[in-house]
């Protein structure tokens, strides 16, 4: 299997990017996305090979179908090391039912409690051994600038990983005080984690500074690194993805909430539209699901996108109780365009995003998209309510992010009467946003900090997650903060 861009046609259909090179080079020069030149079918019989294995062992039988140049040995120890005690002390992602016909998939079990550690416990190990494949010679070291919690995913996913360093830089007044002590605290020998003044663009901006100048990238190679990314839109991150959507239609099967054949449908929380887009790429092998339901909060360009066919982000940026989908350029919905407008559609829906913030995209193509996505979204008010309808009924505690999907499964069948068995995607543990949780199940206001856990904890007797307790009283290791001037010379310190 080979890797084209998502924007431009092959000259020649023999060449095209391994898999190896793909996931070292991140995003194509073109700017486009890396997408396979085929996407493989698997029948009833693949999914019943499925049932009797664990997490770790779907997870290889769906990555050694795109991993090409991989042994399968090399596949298993990746995957047996990253979904299993520590990261994982128990099933990486299990299905929990809330009523007949609609669960709850968990994907917080992970070391930061977060859905982003489905996929950044694996990618790492995939980076590290894609490095020699790929003929590179030198270590990668990886910049991350972060608004919370990619940045200690990619720490916890990238710590000690061999041939790999990483750095990342997050605003000293821009996160919240559970995620910075979540970062300062951080263990591993090849991490570094450093504070900016200033705000989140600021970190993002000395970061892409730091890639655009030569000097400084020469002066990091001499130290015998190369500069790479971990970003939501590397292949190796959205190929892991796809095995939770197979994995749960698994454990419906197996615990007789389905037959096997069924069609489900997901209801996905989405900013970047990478996970909802593995789902995609799961209805496309073969997993019967009817629909996948996109689920934003007041930034719901997305909404406007499926209604409309037009995607235009000049609008009014909201900051909301759900950040993670606080967006307005979701990157992934390019490989959307790519498998139903082709190459050619997608560069020029691309240049016009850049040109004009918007672009418009044919009926034909818009139907062959609504065949499969629906899409909606929930304010902060209709979250936090769903938060405590969701404990009264069910005594189960979701997050703000959770909270906008489950609101938006419910408007979604009220509106189309659709009874088919819906999953609900749970991307954050409640304790990631105690506060906002605490006050929408109590009604009162929440303490500050880490204290709010505690309250949590205490109103609804679901205990605080053995990675976030005692957050507070760890030790700091990286207590630096410099101005966004300084980055590159923090970074040729530390290597
Ligand atoms: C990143 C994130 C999302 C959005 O996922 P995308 O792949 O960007 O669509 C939703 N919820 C949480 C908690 C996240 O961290």
Redo the contacts with the bound molecule.
Sequence with gaps: MKYYSTRTAPDDPGEGRSAAEVIVSGIAEDGGLYMPDSIPRVGPDFISSLLPLDYRGRSDKILSLYLDGFEPDEIHRCGLDAYSAPSFPASPAPTVKLEDGLHILEL?HGPTC???DMALQIMPKLLSLSIPKSGEKRDALILVATSG??GKAALEGFRDVPGVRISVFYPADGVSRVQKAQMITQKGGNVSVCGIRGNFDDAQSGVKRIFGDAETVRRIARKGYFLSSAN?INWGRLLP?ITYYFSSYCDLVNSGEITAGEMINFC??????????AGYMATLMGLPVRRLICASNSNNVLTDFFATGVYDRNRRFYTTA?P??D?LI?S?LERLLSVTAGYAKTAEYMASLKETGRYSVDEEVMNEIRDVFDAGYASDGESFETIRRCFSDYSYLI?T??AVALSCIGKYRERTGDKTTSVVLS??SPF?FAGAVYTSVTGKDAPAGYAALEALEEASSVPIPEPLRDIDKREIRFPDEIDPADMADHILREI
């Design positions: 917080w977060a859905f982003k919690d990619t939501s993805q996905v929380p989405t900013g970047n539209f990478g996970d909802i887009f759900s993670s989908m967006i979701s992934n997050d992010h959770t991307t954050a990631k």
